[in-house]
Structure formats: structure tokens, C-alpha cells
């Protein structure tokens, strides 16, 4: 915030102001830090208030996106958060191990969602256009 150089009985300081709220400011005195109590008449108020975040629930129950797999299938998880861009199978095509399923789009980027195993698409979670979270349910395989 504020740098000053203070002269003490012959000793000097260096003395920066880091945080001043209500009557406490914390100060730093040749790199030392302490929190200090001021006394004045007039108190001044921070002119930019101080933000305070609720928690935000991560309760994705409204969430379309099924995480549920049958047992007799594999999922494909998205590998990291992003939009669902193109969707190149459908429900019931064979697909080989490597093969593109689908493309996402992630921080900016196009990825391909590809199978990790030989089988058939047993079902397809998503929708061209829908944002996913990391590891959910794209797609299921048999």
C-alpha cells in the first residue's frame, strides 16, 4: 500500500503499510510483520468493500448428464470439462478401439473422444452442445 522511512531516536525503519481495515492495519517494519491496534477520533472507512463468496453446492442433480453405467458396458468419460461440439456415432454403431466418437471442445481447443475398446455403442449420454464436467458418462460401449 504505503512505504515510509521513520527515524526513531537516532534508529531508522522502514515501514510499508500493507493492509488498513476498521482500526487494525498491518504493517510491515523492516521485514517484520505486525498487526497494530490505531487510535483516532475519526475512523475511516475502506472505500472498496471486501467481496465475500458464498459457497457455490456442487449438487448436479438437476444435471441431464446420467453418471450411471449398466454393468454390462464400458463408459467413455470426458477427460477434462468442456462442450460437446460434434457427436460423429450413434446409438447401435460398431466402433474399433481408437476410433472417434465424438469431438469436444475444451479451453479453447477441439479434442477427440475416442473408443478404448472394439464393441458397439450401446448408448450415447450427451447432446451436440452440452457442457460436461470432468469424468462424466459420454458415451457407453459393449
Not at 491496534?37 to 458464498?54: D, I, M, N
Not at 441431464?64 to 468442456?82: C, D, E, F, M, T
Request: hydrophobic share 35%; glycine share 4%; charged share 35%.
Amino acid at each position: 500500500m504505503k512505504k515510509f522511512k521513520f527515524t526513531i531516536r537516532g534508529n531508522d525503519y522502514d515501514v510499508e503499510i500493507k493492509d488498513y481495515e476498521d482500526n487494525i492495519a498491518i504493517v510491515e517494519v523492516n521485514g517484520t510483520q505486525y498487526e497494530v491496534e490505531v487510535h483516532q477520533k475519526e475512523l475511516k472507512t475502506p472505500k472498496t468493500p471486501k467481496l465475500v463468496r458464498s459457497n457455490v453446492p456442487v449438487d448436479r442433480k438437476d444435471s441431464k448428464i446420467k453418471k450411471s453405467v449398466s454393468h454390462r458396458a464400458s463408459s467413455l468419460n470426458a477427460p477434462l470439462p468442456g462442450n460437446i461440439f460434434k457427436i460423429l456415432k450413434k446409438e447401435g454403431d460398431e466402433v474399433k478401439k481408437g476410433e472417434t466418437i465424438m469431438i469436444m471442445e475444451a479451453m479453447k481447443m477441439e479434442n477427440n473422444i475416442q473408443s478404448e475398446k472394439d464393441g458397439k455403442i450401446i448408448s450415447i449420454k450427451v447432446k451436440e452442445g452440452d457442457a460436461v464436467l470432468q469424468n462424466d458418462v459420454l458415451a457407453e460401449i459393449e
